[in-house]
């Protein structure tokens, strides 16, 4: 069993910064990929990025990439997502995700075995 527990959400303005850190229970955390998504009001959740135990692998949805960037310390138990150039757009909740299949990249909700509660991020114009 895995527990995720993010933090680091908050209110910025258009153009700041923001570093979202998910904190992860569990001895088997280094061999999981990590995600993250985000859900705005009234919309599906969608993929953002995500990570591969090694931390040499990660993916990026086009709409965060240049921007956005996903990182993971093993030994902490930690995946951070930093984000740059934030817009309005980006206001969401966003989820730090583990998939416990370990051999690619997955960007479906469905194929994600555990979810932290979420973090809001408020982008202000």
């Known amino acids: 069993q895995v527990q995720l527990v993010e933090s680091g959400g908050g209110l910025v303005q258009a153009g700041g910064s923001l570093r979202l850190s998910c904190a992860a229970s569990?001895?088997?955390?280094?061999?999981?990929?990590m995600g993250w998504f985000r859900q705005a009001p009234g919309k599906e959740r969608e993929f953002v990025a995500a990570?591969?135990?090694?931390?040499?692998?990660?993916y990026y949805a086009d709409s965060v990439k240049g921007r956005f960037t996903i990182s993971r310390d093993n030994a902490k138990n930690t995946v951070y997502l930093q984000m740059n150039s934030l817009k309005p757009e980006d206001t969401a909740v966003y989820y730090c995700?583990?998939?416990?299949?370990?051999?690619?990249?997955?960007?479906?909700?469905?194929?994600?075995?555990?979810w932290g509660q979420g973090t809001q991020v408020t982008v202000s114009s």
């Open positions: 569990g001895r088997t955390f280094s061999s999981y990929v």
């Open positions: 990570i591969r135990w090694s931390g040499s692998s990660t």
């Open positions: 995700a583990a998939d416990r299949f370990p051999y690619a990249i997955r960007t479906t909700t469905g194929s994600y075995d555990y």
